[in-house]
């Protein structure tokens, strides 16, 4: 790592300085790439919001997070529980999907406000709940517009994401080794 952004580009807004780098995702494969580039700047305490429309590929990066956070289980769209809990070696994983939540009270109602500082959040539909989490690493997917079989992902956050955006925006091993 050589502690220069390489891609991301940088951006004064508002309130602080952001960070932000767009990704090219070919296929499920492309997706578990910039999972496995993520996971190792995740701790306990971090959150990451997905949002983009239903197929966007968020289930998807999701699972695939999970996988290289090391565990075994196999993730789904939390439909009958809006979240669940996922053991890996490092801290739990906590997974939560507010696409039928109606309304912040009613994710507030769940009640997992204790567990944020012990785990590392992915919250797909991340918009309804964004004030509840310190500091999060925002990623939204979307259909690429070149390529129908591939995803674009738009990955933001404050400046402290810097080291994991210069991970995420460097070329994958695959494509350096011959
Ligand atoms: N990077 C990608 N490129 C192409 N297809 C993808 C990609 N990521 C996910 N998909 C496909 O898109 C579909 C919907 O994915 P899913 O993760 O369930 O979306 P969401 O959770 O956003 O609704 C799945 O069939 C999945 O295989
Ligand atoms: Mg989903």
Redesign the pocket.
């Known amino acids: 790592m050589t502690g220069r952004p390489r891609r991301a580009s940088y951006h004064g807004e508002a309130m602080d300085e952001q960070v932000e780098t767009v990704l090219h995702?070919?296929?499920?494969?492309?997706?578990a790439r910039v999972a496995a580039a993520l996971a190792p700047h995740l701790r306990a305490g971090d959150a990451v919001l997905?949002t983009?429309?239903?197929?966007?590929?968020?289930?998807?990066?999701?699972?695939a997070l999970v996988a290289a956070l090391g565990s075994q289980a196999a993730v789904s769209?939390p439909t009958f529980s809006l979240a669940q809990f996922y053991a890996t070696p490092g801290p739990r994983v906590l997974h939560v999907?507010t696409y039928r939540l109606d309304d912040l009270t009613e994710f507030r109602d769940l009640g997992l406000d204790e567990y944020l500082d012990e785990v590392i959040a992915l919250v797909?539909w991340g918009d309804l709940v964004a004030g509840e989490f310190v500091d999060p690493l925002r990623m939204h997917?979307a259909a690429?517009p070149d390529d129908a079989?591939?995803?674009r992902?738009t990955v933001r956050g404050s400046a402290r994401w810097a080291p994991a955006l210069d991970a995420l925006a460097a070329p994958a091993p695959s494509s350096t080794t011959p």
């Open positions: 995702a070919d296929g499920p494969e492309g997706t997905l983009g429309e239903l197929a966007a590929g968020k289930t998807t990066f999701v699972s769209s999907d797909e997917l690429d079989a591939a995803r992902i």
